[in-house]
């Protein structure tokens, strides 16, 4: 056995209880975006005191004295930078908070990623994760045990979508906040990519933000979306992208390319391979020269903190829907047998992978 010194022990000690504690640090941050101090931050010019963050955001006077520790916690969490500064020449300190590249994220601008954030940690979800051990104990897999998501509510993620539309506008306003910083990243760093297509159906496209970004980048590709019939009537149509309402895993339109953009994580293999198939048959009217682009994570990435973005996917993908985030070698197994031939992964959007599929 390996002995270990007191100075080991006191750290893993420390360790332990952060790591019990962590969904504080979720939480904290839940209630950071609720009450706006990200926003609050910005309107002060990216940087605040104390004193200027309480003017600057809506808490009950007899609440005042606790912000701080909210944002001391948030800053050694790294969400945001505190700044131990002089106030006043009597040697006198105060703390000033910044944004910094992390809650940047959570202020408007290109993309802004508060509406993930906000999903992340509803209580459906939060109340979801709890059953992770129970769902693993148990043998049964049916429409209500499949995940543990589906054990806590009595029906799939999507099922309570369609059922819930408070739960369907904060989950479908989140997958739009991602796409928007997604699709952006895509069409900049991988805009070959998309060079020669005509059409595109983006399927399971959501609210319709990825393929919008796309007509409005290439304005050569014609671009519609797919999805569930409650999820496409929250579109407004805007003349940018044609909707089509509808099961991916019965039909899929044809196109010369045809976009899964998270989707495939949501599914086992078995599904996986039977969506890929039908997306291999809307694009066999252009033969060799249609391809299916997927943006999904592909496990193995060379930083600790993305390989632990991606694990982190990956279980929130058990925990959802069973699915998962899958490494190359899986990806490749379900390729061939949808009947692709060959593949190329551009490793350029951080925690996630463009994947061009070719028949
Ligand atoms: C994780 S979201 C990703 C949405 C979008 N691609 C994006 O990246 O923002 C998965 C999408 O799959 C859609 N979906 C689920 N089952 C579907 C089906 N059978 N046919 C079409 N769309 C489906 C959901 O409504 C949801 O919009
Ligand atoms: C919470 O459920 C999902 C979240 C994401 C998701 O969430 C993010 C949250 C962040 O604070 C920063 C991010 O960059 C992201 C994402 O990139 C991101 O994808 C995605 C999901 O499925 C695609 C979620 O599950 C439904």
Same mark, same amino acid.
């Given at each position: 056995?390996?002995?270990?010194?007191k100075a080991e022990l006191l750290q893993a000690d420390a360790e332990l209880f952060c790591h019990t504690f962590a969904y504080l640090k979720s939480m904290a941050l839940n209630?950071?975006?609720?009450?706006?101090?990200?926003?609050?931050?910005? +309107?002060?010019?990216?940087?605040?005191?104390?004193?200027?963050?309480?003017?600057?955001?809506?808490?009950?006077?007899?609440?005042?004295?606790?912000?701080?520790?909210?944002?001391?916690?948030?800053?050694?969490?790294?969400?945001?930078?505190?700044?131990?500064?002089?106030?006043?020449?009597?040697?006198?300190r105060t703390t000033v908070f910044h944004l910094n590249a992390v809650s940047r994220l959570l202020v408007d601008g290109s993309s802004c990623m508060s509406p993930c954030v906000l999903?992340?940690?509803?209580?459906?979800?939060?109340?979801?994760?709890?059953?992770?051990?129970?769902?693993?104990?148990?043998?049964?897999?049916?429409? #209500?045990?499949?995940?543990?998501?589906?054990?806590?509510?009595?029906?799939?993620?999507?099922?309570?979508?369609?059922?819930?539309?408070?739960?369907?506008?904060?989950?479908?306003? !989140?997958?739009?906040?991602?796409?928007?910083?997604?699709?952006?990243?895509?069409? +900049?760093?991988?805009?070959?990519?998309?060079?020669?297509?005509?059409?595109?159906?983006?399927?399971?496209?959501?609210?319709?933000? #990825?393929?919008?970004?796309? !007509?409005?980048?290439?304005?050569?590709?014609?671009?519609?979306?797919?999805?569930?019939?409650?999820?496409?009537?929250?579109?407004?149509?805007?003349? #940018?992208?044609?909707? /089509?309402?509808?099961?991916?895993?019965?039909? /899929?339109?044809?196109?010369?390319?045809?976009?899964?953009?998270?989707?495939?994580?949501?599914?086992?293999?078995?599904?996986?391979?039977?969506?890929?198939?039908?997306?291999?048959?809307?694009?066999?009217?252009?033969? *060799?020269?249609?391809?299916?682009?997927?943006?999904?994570?592909?496990?193995?990435?060379? #930083?600790?903190?993305?390989?632990?973005?991606?694990?982190?996917?990956?279980?929130?993908?058990?925990?959802?829907?069973?699915?998962?985030?899958?490494?190359?070698?899986?990806?490749? *197994?379900?390729?061939?047998?949808?009947?692709?031939?060959?593949? *190329?992964?551009?490793?350029?959007?951080?925690?996630?992978?463009?994947?061009? /599929?070719?028949?």
């Amino acid at each position: 056995m390996v002995a270990t010194s007191k100075a080991e022990l006191l750290q893993a000690d420390a360790e332990l209880f952060c790591h019990t504690f962590a969904y504080l640090k979720s939480m904290a941050l839940n209630s950071a975006v609720k009450l706006g101090i990200p926003h609050a931050l910005h +309107r002060c010019g990216g940087a605040a005191s104390l004193p200027e963050l309480l003017s600057a955001v809506p808490l009950h006077p007899s609440k005042r004295p606790y912000l701080g520790r909210l944002m001391k916690m948030l800053a050694a969490a790294g969400i945001f930078t505190a700044e131990d500064v002089p106030a006043g020449g009597d040697g006198a300190r105060t703390t000033v908070f910044h944004l910094n590249a992390v809650s940047r994220l959570l202020v408007d601008g290109s993309s802004c990623m508060s509406p993930c954030v906000l999903l992340g940690t509803t209580d459906l979800f939060v109340s979801a994760s709890l059953r992770l051990h129970q769902w693993l104990l148990s043998e049964e897999e049916g429409a #209500t045990t499949g995940s543990p998501f589906m054990m806590a509510h009595g029906g799939s993620l999507y099922g309570v979508g369609s059922r819930d539309p408070e739960f369907n506008a904060l989950f479908n306003g !989140a997958m739009g906040a991602t796409s928007e910083f997604v699709a952006a990243l895509a069409v +900049r760093e991988c805009s070959e990519v998309f060079a020669g297509i005509t059409s595109l159906v983006d399927v399971a496209g959501g609210n319709g933000t #990825t393929a919008r970004t796309i !007509a409005e980048a290439f304005p050569g590709v014609k671009c519609s979306v797919l999805d569930l019939p409650h999820v496409i009537q929250g579109i407004s149509p805007d003349g #940018t992208v044609d909707v /089509v309402s509808g099961d991916m895993m019965e039909f /899929v339109p044809p196109a010369d390319a045809v976009l899964l953009k998270y989707v495939l994580h949501n599914w086992s293999d078995q599904d996986c391979v039977k969506i890929l198939t039908r997306c291999r048959q809307a694009i066999s009217h252009v033969a *060799k020269a249609g391809k299916v682009i997927i943006i999904d994570t592909v496990v193995g990435s060379p #930083t600790p903190q993305i390989l632990e973005g991606q694990l982190t996917m990956d279980l929130s993908m058990m925990m959802l829907f069973n699915g998962k985030a899958r490494d190359e070698q899986n990806w490749h *197994k379900m390729f061939m047998e949808a009947g692709f031939s060959h593949y *190329k992964i551009h490793n350029v959007l951080g925690m996630r992978s463009l994947i061009e /599929v070719h028949p």
